[in-house]
C-alpha cells in the first residue's frame, strides 16, 4: 500500500502528459489535413482558374509631388507664351513682316528679301577688290561675293525690283531721261548700298540704254569705289565730259557726288541743283544714287524730293516701327515717291506653315 501510495502521484502525472501530448497530436493532424486541403483547392493549380491581378511590388506614393510638378511646369509654358506676348507687343516695336508695315504705313512693300549671312553691307577696298572686283574678303578671310556678281543671292530680288521699277514708270508716264532712282536706309549696314549696286548692275543687262552708278554715300562708300577693278569719276566730271570714262562693264559708268573722303553734309542741295542740268542733259536712261542713311543729319530728305523713284530700305528685326513711320513722313513731307524693301526678313515657321501664318 506504501508503494502504490507513493506511486499514484506519477501515475497520474503521465496521464496529464499523455492527455496533453494527444491533443496536440490531434491539433497537428488537424492542420495538417487542412493545408494538404488548400494546396488542393490553390487556383495557380487548377487549369480553369486564373488569377485576375497580381499583387503590386510596394512602392512611394507621389500623386501629390507629381501634381506640383505638373502644375509648375504648365505654368511655366503659360508664363514663357505671356512673356513673349507681352514682348512682341509692348516691348519690341521692331518691323518684322511685311503686313506690319502695309498697316502701318497703308503702302505695299514693294519687295522682302529674306535673310541671308551674306546680306551684309559689303565695303570694298582697292587693296581688297585686286583686279576682277568679283569678290571681297571678309574679316574672317572668307571670299564673298560682289552685289554686283551674277551668282550674288540678291541680284534675283534686284532684277525683280527693275521690272517692278519699270512697269511703275510706265504706267506713271515717266518718260524723260535720266530716270532718278534713290535708295536709302535708316543706318549703315542695312543692306542700301548693296541692293543699290546689284540694281544698278540688273539695269545695266537690260541693254535698254546707260545706267549710272552714283555713290553719295559718303564716306561710306566703298562699296562701289572699285567696280570691276575701275575706280569711279566724280559725277561732274561723269556729266560735262562729252566721252564719259569707259564704262566698269557694258552700259554701266560709276561716279561720286562729292570728292572722296568728304562728309555726308557737304552733299547739299545747292551742290545737287548745280548739276541737275548736266544731268538731264546726258546720255543716261537711269541714274541710282546710293543716299546717305536716313536721319537728322543726312541731307537725304532734300535729296529725295528729286528722285523719281525712293527706295527706303528697312532693316527687319531691327528699325522700330515708329522710325520706319517717321522717316517715311519726312520723305513723303518732301513729296517723294517711296517704296519701302524690307530686307533680311526671318521667318521662324517651317515652310509648311509660312503659306497659312
Given at each position: 500500500?506504501?508503494?502504490?501510495?507513493?506511486?499514484t502521484?506519477?501515475?497520474?502525472?503521465?496521464?496529464?502528459?499523455?492527455?496533453?501530448?494527444?491533443?496536440?497530436?490531434?491539433?497537428?493532424?488537424?492542420?495538417?489535413?487542412?493545408?494538404?486541403?488548400?494546396e488542393?483547392?490553390?487556383?495557380?493549380?487548377?487549369?480553369?482558374?486564373?488569377?485576375v491581378?497580381?499583387?503590386?511590388?510596394?512602392?512611394?506614393?507621389?500623386?501629390?509631388?507629381?501634381?506640383?510638378?505638373?502644375?509648375?511646369?504648365?505654368?511655366g509654358?503659360?508664363?514663357?507664351?505671356?512673356?513673349?506676348?507681352?514682348?512682341?507687343?509692348?516691348?519690341?516695336?521692331s518691323?518684322?513682316?511685311p503686313?506690319?508695315?502695309?498697316?502701318?504705313?497703308?503702302?505695299?512693300?514693294?519687295?522682302s528679301?529674306?535673310y541671308?549671312?551674306?546680306?551684309?553691307?559689303?565695303?570694298?577696298?582697292?587693296k581688297?577688290?585686286?583686279?576682277?572686283?568679283?569678290?571681297?574678303?571678309?574679316a574672317?578671310?572668307?571670299?564673298?561675293?560682289?552685289?554686283?556678281?551674277?551668282?550674288?543671292?540678291?541680284?534675283?530680288?534686284?532684277?525683280?525690283?527693275?521690272?517692278?521699277?519699270?512697269?511703275?514708270?510706265?504706267?506713271?508716264?515717266?518718260s524723260?531721261?535720266?530716270?532718278l532712282?534713290?535708295?536709302?536706309?535708316?543706318?549703315?549696314?542695312?543692306?542700301?548700298s548693296?541692293?543699290?549696286?546689284?540694281?544698278?548692275?540688273?539695269m545695266?543687262?537690260?541693254?535698254?540704254?546707260?545706267?549710272?552708278?552714283?555713290?553719295a554715300?559718303?564716306?561710306?562708300?566703298?562699296?562701289?569705289?572699285?567696280?570691276?577693278?575701275?575706280p569711279?569719276?566724280?559725277?561732274?566730271?561723269?556729266?560735262?565730259?562729252?566721252?564719259?570714262?569707259?564704262?566698269?562693264?557694258?552700259?554701266?559708268?560709276?561716279?561720286?557726288i562729292?570728292?572722296?573722303?568728304?562728309?555726308?553734309?557737304?552733299?547739299?542741295?545747292?551742290?545737287?541743283?548745280?548739276?541737275?542740268?548736266?544731268?538731264?542733259?546726258?546720255?543716261?536712261?537711269?541714274?541710282?544714287?546710293?543716299?546717305?542713311?536716313?536721319?537728322?543729319?543726312?541731307?537725304?530728305?532734300?535729296?529725295?524730293?528729286?528722285?523719281?523713284k525712293?527706295?527706303l530700305v528697312?532693316?527687319?528685326?531691327?528699325?522700330?516701327?515708329?522710325?520706319?513711320?517717321?522717316?517715311y513722313?519726312?520723305?513723303?513731307?518732301?513729296?517723294?515717291?517711296?517704296?519701302?524693301?524690307?530686307?533680311?526678313?526671318?521667318?521662324?515657321?517651317?515652310?509648311?506653315?509660312?503659306?497659312?501664318?
Amino acid at each position: 500500500m506504501k508503494q502504490l501510495a507513493d506511486t499514484t502521484p506519477q501515475i497520474a502525472s503521465l496521464e496529464r502528459s499523455k492527455d496533453l501530448e494527444e491533443a496536440n497530436y490531434e491539433y497537428f493532424e488537424g492542420s495538417l489535413e487542412k493545408a494538404r486541403v488548400d494546396e488542393a483547392l490553390d487556383p495557380s493549380k487548377m487549369p480553369n482558374i486564373s488569377a485576375v491581378q497580381r499583387p503590386s511590388p510596394p512602392s512611394l506614393v507621389t500623386k501629390t509631388r507629381d501634381k506640383v510638378a505638373l502644375g509648375l511646369a504648365i505654368g511655366g509654358l503659360f508664363l514663357g507664351l505671356g512673356l513673349g506676348l507681352g514682348n512682341e507687343l509692348f516691348l519690341n516695336r521692331s518691323v518684322k513682316r511685311p503686313l506690319e508695315l502695309e498697316g502701318q504705313l497703308h503702302t505695299p512693300v514693294f519687295v522682302s528679301i529674306p535673310y541671308s549671312s551674306a546680306n551684309n553691307r559689303l565695303r570694298l577696298s582697292k587693296k581688297s577688290n585686286g583686279q576682277n572686283g568679283k569678290q571681297t574678303v571678309r574679316a574672317n578671310g572668307k571670299a564673298e561675293l560682289a552685289p554686283w556678281d551674277p551668282a550674288h543671292f540678291i541680284r534675283p530680288y534686284a532684277a525683280a525690283i527693275r521690272d517692278r521699277l519699270g512697269l511703275y514708270f510706265e504706267l506713271q508716264g515717266i518718260s524723260h531721261k535720266p530716270k532718278l532712282v534713290g535708295v536709302t536706309g535708316f543706318h549703315e549696314g542695312a543692306g542700301s548700298s548693296t541692293l543699290a549696286a546689284s540694281l544698278a548692275a540688273s539695269m545695266s543687262e537690260t541693254g535698254e540704254g546707260k545706267v549710272l552708278l552714283v555713290d553719295a554715300n559718303i564716306p561710306n562708300g566703298e562699296a562701289h569705289q572699285f567696280f570691276d577693278g575701275r575706280p569711279a569719276m566724280p559725277l561732274k566730271g561723269a556729266l560735262e565730259s562729252s566721252a564719259p570714262a569707259s564704262p566698269a562693264v557694258d552700259n554701266l559708268y560709276l561716279a561720286t557726288i562729292s570728292p572722296p573722303n568728304a562728309h555726308p553734309a557737304r552733299v547739299g542741295l545747292k551742290r545737287f541743283l548745280a548739276l541737275m542740268p548736266n544731268l538731264k542733259a546726258s546720255e543716261f536712261d537711269y541714274v541710282i544714287f546710293d543716299l546717305p542713311p536716313l536721319n537728322q543729319t543726312s541731307p537725304t530728305i532734300g535729296l529725295a524730293g528729286f528722285m523719281d523713284k525712293v527706295l527706303l530700305v528697312v532693316e527687319a528685326e531691327k528699325n522700330n516701327r515708329e522710325l520706319v513711320q517717321r522717316g517715311y513722313r519726312e520723305l513723303m513731307g518732301a513729296r517723294a515717291d517711296v517704296s519701302i524693301v524690307l530686307n533680311k526678313v526671318r521667318s521662324y515657321f517651317p515652310k509648311w506653315l509660312e503659306a497659312k501664318v
